[in-house]
Nanobody, 125 residues
Framework: QVQLVESGGGLVQPGGSLRLSCAAS????????IGWFRQAPGKEREGVSC????????YYTGSVKGRFAISRDNVNNTVYLQMNSLKPEDTAVYYC??????????????????WGQGTQVTVSS
């Protein structure tokens, strides 16, 4: 079993920044990818960014490219999402997720092995 605990959400004004953290514990050895997903009210959950364990390759959904950056600390089993130039449309609950099996894209919200509890990000003036 893998446990994922997110932190760092909150209320920020448009154009502001937030940094999300996800601490992983448990059976994390050999996972395929870890990443961030979000779900806004009335919308489906979508992949935001993910990072592959094998080579550190990173992936982003188009709407956040150039504004968000994913990184990882392998020593502390923590993954981060630095979010800059935030927009009201970034408002959502953000979830950390871990996948153990290879997929064509780690941004797919399907076939996720572990989810965190979610952290609210609200971008509003």
């Amino acid at each position: 079993q893998v446990q994922l605990v997110e932190s760092g959400g909150g209320l920020v004004q448009p154009g502001g920044s937030l940094r999300l953290s996800c601490a992983a514990s448990g059976s994390t050895l050999g996972y395929y990818a870890i990443g961030w997903f979000r779900q806004a009210p009335g919308k489906e959950r979508e992949g935001v960014s993910c990072i592959r364990r094998s080579d550190g390759s990173t992936y982003y959904t188009g709407s956040v490219k150039g504004r968000f950056a994913i990184s990882r600390d392998n020593v502390n089993n923590t993954v981060y999402l630095q979010m800059n130039s935030l927009k009201p449309e970034d408002t959502a609950v953000y979830y950390c997720a871990l996948k153990k099996v290879w997929q064509i894209t780690c941004l797919s919200p399907y076939n996720v092995d572990s989810w965190g509890q979610g952290t609210q990000v609200t971008v509003s003036s």
